[in-house]
């Protein structure tokens, strides 16, 4: 056994054993802990979740929904139409390469194809459902005695697959601890995950209040986007951000073991300070319903070994003048969402009618890949614009950070140039018959400085500004390290500004019903997108053209309307990208007595899709998701 | 032979002739309060038929029997409407103790005698906040006992609801339906401290830099899953023509955000009938009701004491009535010598579906014992009838302090118009741990701030 998979395999062990002692420690306390005087609770639910899909459009970014997959792309090797053999050989022999002739293609399989075409032989699928889990969670807590208390919260999930695909799809498990489970608080397979998202002990003594253990931290009071929630990333491997709006992230955070103090001062204002574990963002693993990685392309997280040993701190005083309530944060972090480039493959298979050439292209970002690699310059930029990136610069990034290895095979900086990129493109895809790409996710060191106001308004009765609230949150991370739209190794380094703005009412529309939740937002981005992406990497089209987009703006409209009994509730989640996208949620949440649960919500995206807004990136996920639950 | 010089009609013309005058006094034979003040018992401010509900039946009902369906019209001018209705329709029961003529045992040691202490130092400012003589805010006990007023007997009690300076119940609550079964379960802890008009803990009467607060209260959701951890904390001012301050911690949201404070009109939970606006029938700042008048006034049955199930480990307490058995608790009830009716209007909450609420005082003790409110069209709408008991049932007993504890029971909320009921009860403990606490200074750090909201959500 090699020594990576013996290590893999031990801390796979380890995982296990202690999510197993977890799991007993449980169950022991709940017999044991009685006969102390602890109080011992124990609580929980059963869910199945589905999801529905309401369009027959595949998500592009695996294998089976790319939309290249079975086309016959016409390329062109240096920008020449290599429709004739003739013509092939010509620029063979210009480069001073072997000639053709028709024989060659079954020696290189799928590579050198005449006339030259990118044709991904992949099957496209269709699928109905995006999701179908089912989910246990267990709530313990025990009050020990009047300072001491301990909870901890056990959460499983099992994913059914019933999706076609044409990988063998790993649901959970992360690269994180070689293969293991995203936080050292889980243990994941393939299609089933367990982990103790709270785990945690608790010391409160008069106004001093510390929390020791596996926690989220959850900041800010803007609902759905992220301003001054900063200490936690997002695990988005079971829904991605397709739950609920109004449900927040309370089921993405990414826990970390920590130690969280709070200190009330006086009865108007407290001071509150956490270090942390770090734990970055968890992706939606490729081939899963949710990826949001090109699966051309192969992600290295450069956590293990890299960032597993990193603490992030942060501070927050809050305080309360009245009608004006306030919060001022500092955190002093690693960006669990990370910044990513190129790297080098690492894989050495050769360029077919380059025999040798794979010691040269292991020390690249690319490796031979006919049946799953990017197979045309098309592809190529169709698939840079739609995750934000500069197609023709992404080019010249792996071309110019990894020499002499790209050099040694010819490539060279197009400089500005669409056209030539697309040559230049065209005629390693045809040599290769495809390739993909290798890109690494690192977690770069960042400050985070914040403020919020909040502001209740006293108008006349029954008028709008009656119990108006106001809420307006702010943070500035200096030299913010981005995904530069090149991925070059150097990444790009900014000043962020994020601020949003929330004006929030209960408006009683008649007597007969309770009021009803409205909240309006607005935020603003200097330099990312809602998830973090570089704003440059904006507006890139199939011709490689790009235009990047000053800042990143967008307005929402959520809300619910209960029932007279509350046993039903009608929902809705509207967000505006000003450049041109919708995000539409109506939903409705059934709860017919203290067990069960019924929520039905659809989640519709809309708009204009050229790359110039964020959520067209999710304009494949359009859903009916129910969740019926239960619970004990 | 024993002459009645009073009989029962002449008690019943006495407060009929008081209800056309629109005037109405404490006490028939006497002033109230001062027999209050000098004996303790209200006995000689009332003539026997007020005193004992066999004087006031003829007989016809005695202590430790029921009143049921097939007699609640001997008594029916003593009940609610409401209260009335569920007797004859619904299977309720209310079980007839004899009258508690001694006011210590009708309320908090401590708050009682502050009350007598203070009495006459009490006065509203321009504003309408009570001061007391030296403008300061109240200094603790009911500022206007005895009082006929309207607006006085919901000042005094929207001052103190629990008369006690900080409280815990541990609340368990069921939603009954129609059909009688119980839909929905809560556990919940209630917290409640008076920064003003301390009668019991130190410092007293006022907490130094606080004297612009009235109340801090919060709830906190224990059970079941979906809601445990959810907690909302209410910050009162003392100046009662603001609304509080509300923060909530919702569990999805794990954090703590800021809520309006003026939908005070609907339930909080799936399946409850309970508003904010129901708390101690005087759940919103007084100035922001208006219109306050008294309506009636005459003696009136209320559950004062022998409420408490000291029998049962945890004080749960048997149920009956309704389709399933399920709807009611068992609750003992006797005669209160005289209550005042106050009515009054939500006037700042122009979008309430309430048009009015009727409160019923018991005039020894201005403690609200039912409410009944009406809908926008006049319509009976919902009522809210609570139960009180000292927590010493002779056998076993729980203090406050030197003396036994005082408090309320358990509550029923009901819908008239759709028929549900919402029902808690006050319990030793929930199953989260959370006990029943009562003038704890660690009640403020464990439940009363943000920090505390943090700490117990999940």
Sequence with gaps: ?632 | MHIRRYDRTYSRRHFLGQAARGAFSAGLLAPLWPVLAAAGDAAAAYPEELRSIEAYTGGKLAAGQDITADNVDLVRDLLDPVQVRQIREMGRRLRLAPVTSDIMRLGPWDYLEATFRNKGKARFDADGNIVTDEGRPWSGGHPFPASTDGLQAFAGQTLSWGRHDASVYAIRECDIGVGGAVDYRYEAAWAEMSPVARVTMDPRPYLPGQEDKLRYQAIFFTAPDDVRGGSFLNVWPYDQRKFPDLFGYVPSFKRIRRYPTNQRFEPMLPGSDLYLSDAWAAGDPYLTWGNYRVVGTGPALAALSGNWSGQHANWEKPTHGGPRGLTFYDTVVELVPQAITVEAEPVMFPRAPVSKKQVRFDLRTMLPITMVSYDRRGQLFRSFDGAYSLYDDGKDRVMDGARPYWSWTHVHAFNVQTGRMTRIEQVARLSGGDVMRVNDPEIYDLYLTQGAMQRRGR
């Excluded at chain 1, 267990?138 to 019933?162: G, K």
């Excluded at chain 1, 495809?434 to 308004?457: D, K, M, T």
């Excluded at chain 1, 011709?543 to 619910?560: D, P, R, S």
């Design chain 1, 1 to 632: 056994m090699s020594k990576g998979k013996v290590r893999k395999a031990a801390g796979r062990r380890s995982e296990t054993r202690l999510v197993v002692g977890m799991l007993g420690g449980g169950a022991l306390c709940g017999l044991v802990m009685p006969a102390f005087g602890i109080d011992f609770t124990v609580s929980g639910f059963i869910q199945h979740q589905m999801a529905i899909k309401l369009s027959d459009k595949e998500n592009p970014n695996n294998q089976s929904g790319d939309p290249f997959n079975g086309k016959e792309v016409p390329l062109k090797p240096l920008g020449i139409d290599l429709g004739a053999l003739a013509a092939v050989n010509r620029v063979l022999s210009a480069a001073s390469l072997p000639v053709l002739n028709d024989l060659t293609s079954p020696l290189f399989g799928s590579a050198v194809t005449l006339p030259p075409t990118g044709y991904r032989d992949v099957r496209t699928t269709s699928n109905d459902l995006n999701l179908m889990i089912s989910r246990l969670e267990v709530n313990m807590n025990a009050a020990i005695d009047a300072n001491w208390s301990a909870s901890a919260t056990l959460r499983a999930v099992y994913d059914w697959n019933p999706y076609k695909d044409v990988s063998d799809v790993n649901f959970f498990q992360t690269q994180m601890r070689e293969g293991g489970g995203g936080t050292p608080f889980e243990y994941a397979q393939k299609n089933f995950m367990v982990d103790f998202p709270n785990a945690t002990i608790n010391y409160v003594n008069g106004p001093f209040f510390a929390r020791l253990g596996n926690q989220q931290i959850a900041w800010g009071e803007a609902v759905f986007f992220r301003v001054l929630d900063v200490p936690n990333g997002l695990d988005l491997r079971r829904h991605l951000i397709m739950d609920p709006g109004l449900e927040e992230y309370s089921d993405k955070r990414v826990p970390g073991f920590g130690l969280r103090a709070s200190y009330q001062i006086s009865p108007d204002w407290e001071v509150e300070g956490f270090i942390q574990k770090f734990e970055p963002t968890i992706y939606p693993n490729p081939s899963s319903p949710y990826n949001i990685i090109p699966d051309q392309f192969t992600l290295h997280d450069r956590y293990d070994g890299y960032a597993d040993n990193l603490w992030n701190v942060g501070g927050r005083v809050r305080g309360q003048l009245g009608p004006l309530g306030l919060q001022f944060i500092a955190v002093s972090r690693h960006n669990p969402d990370g910044a990513i480039r190129w790297t080098k493959s690492g894989q050495s298979a050769d360029i077919p009618l380059l025999p040798g050439s794979g010691k040269t292209l292991a020390e690249t970002p690319f490796e031979v890949d006919q049946a799953r690699g990017v197979k045309s310059q098309e592809e190529w930029f169709d698939y840079a614009g739609s995750v934000r990136l500069d197609g023709v610069q992404a080019l010249n990034s792996a071309v110019d950070d990894f020499q002499p290895a790209t050099g040694a095979l010819t490539a060279y900086n197009v400089g500005n140039s669409p056209s030539l990129a697309a040559g230049e493109l065209d005629t390693f895809f045809w040599l290769s018959g495809g390739l993909r790409g290798h890109i690494e996710r690192v977690f770069p060191y960042e400050n985070v400085f914040g403020a919020s106001a909040n502001y209740v308004f006293e108008g006349e009765p029954g008028s709008f500004f009656e119990q108006l609230i106001t809420r307006v949150e702010m943070t500035y991370t200096p030299d913010k390290v981005f995904t530069a739209p090149s991925l070059t190794k150097t990444f790009q380094i900014k000043d962020e500004w994020a601020f949003a703005a929330v004006v929030e009412k209960w408006y009683r529309w008649s007597e007969d019903f309770p009021a009803a939740y409205l909240v309006a937002q607005y935020i603003y981005k200097s330099a990312s997108d809602l998830f973090g992406r570089s704003l440059d990497g904006y507006g890139g089209d199939a011709t490689g053209l790009h235009g990047g987009i000053e800042n990143y703006q967008a307005v929402a409209f959520a809300g619910f309307q209960p029932s007279p009994s509350l046993e039903w509730r009608f929902e809705w989640a509207v967000l505006y990208d000003v450049r041109g996208g919708w995000y539409i949620q109506p939903g409705v949440r059934w709860k017919p007595d203290d067990k069960w649960q019924v929520d039905i919500h659809a989640t519709v995206i809309a708009g204009r899709d050229d790359n110039r807004n964020a959520v067209s990136t999710l304009d494949f996920a359009d859903e009916l998701a129910l969740r019926v639950t239960y619970q004990f």
